[in-house]
Structure formats: structure tokens, C-alpha cells
């Protein structure tokens, strides 16, 4: 699938939002919609656009970006060779190798192909870490990978911590 450009990136940013404290965040986590331009993008292409990801809040994390297929370049993305998690909440997660020519980015996204009950939202679309992409923007803002290399989030300016994931936080 080819995504069109969308207009020039000073026009996309969206206005601040208020901050948030993922200690304010729930447990278990929520599902929220966003229709901040989200962009991910790895060996020169737009893998992945949208105006219709999803959030998942969890205490003591940044959130992550769930994309719906349609905005992703699918034909990128191939099964990663070991790749299944179990999340208490969400159910299994399947991993996905970021492949643009030769430039292979292993267990670089993830989905929840049958997703728990409370989650389904969630069914089929992917998150991305952003550590593993080149570039990762909300709403024309880059995006600060979350520590460590579990967990995925996404650490935006409005977005306060401190964050679970670098060394020592494992037992939060």
C-alpha cells in the first residue's frame, strides 16, 4: 500500500495539549482515541501515518501509538522469527520486523491480533518502538523513546514522568 504525502509538517503540528503524569495514568490501562497526525518512519520511508491511532494509557508509562493497518505499509512488515509476548491486559502480542530494502529493523512492531476482552480496539492495528524507528512524531513532534526495550512508549512533551523501563525501575 502506498500512503500519499500529507501537506508540509509545519502545518500538521497540533496545538499543545496540557501536560499529563503517567502516574495519573490507570491500571489496568486504557484505550483512548487520538487524531494527532502520527507518523513513523525507517530507511528513508513513511511506514506508517495516521489521524486515527489509539493510545494506551498505563500507569508508570508514556503511552503508545496503536496505527490501524490501513494507514500502515503492511507490504514492510514481516513475521518476526520469535515473536509472542503475553500482556496481562491486552492478551498476545505478536512481533513484526521493520523490512525497507535492506535495512531490517527485528522485533520492531507489535499488534494483538485477537485482543482481550476491553482491548479489542486494539485488534490488528500496530505499535511501533520508537527506538527501532529512524523517526517517530505525534502531531509534527518528535518523540522520545521510553527506556529499555520492552515496553515501547512514547515520550512526548506533554507527557511526565518518571517513566518505568530504564535499569532499577523493573519492580515498580
Not at 37 to 58: D, H, K, N, T
Not at 84 to 93: I, L, P, Q
Not at 100 to 127: H, I, K, N
Amino acid at each position: 500500500m502506498y500512503l500519499d504525502p500529507l501537506p508540509e509538517e509545519s502545518a500538521l503540528r497540533s496545538v499543545p495539549r496540557a501536560p499529563e503524569s503517567v502516574w495519573d495514568y490507570p491500571r489496568p490501562p486504557a484505550v483512548q482515541e487520538d487524531d494527532r497526525l502520527v507518523r513513523v518512519e525507517c530507511g528513508g520511508q513513511v511506514v506508517a501515518e495516521s489521524r486515527r491511532a489509539v493510545r494506551v494509557l498505563e500507569t508508570s508509562h508514556p503511552p503508545v501509538f496503536y496505527i490501524p493497518p490501513a494507514d500502515v505499509r503492511t507490504d514492510l512488515l514481516f513475521p518476526a522469527v520469535s515473536g509472542r509476548t503475553w500482556c496481562e491486559w491486552k492478551g498476545a502480542a505478536r512481533y513484526w520486523d521493520v523490512v525497507v530494502e535492506d535495512d531490517v529493523r527485528a522485533r520492531a512492531a507489535w499488534s494483538y491480533p485477537s485482543p482481550e476482552p476491553g482491548y479489542t480496539a486494539l485488534a490488528r492495528f500496530f505499535a511501533f518502538y520508537p527506538g527501532s524507528m529512524d523517526r517517530c512524531t505525534v502531531g509534527g513532534e518528535d518523540v522520545t523513546a521510553q527506556e529499555g526495550d520492552f515496553y515501547g512508549g512514547w515520550i512526548t512533551s506533554e507527557v511526565r514522568g518518571p517513566f518505568k523501563g530504564a535499569p532499577g525501575t523493573l519492580m515498580w
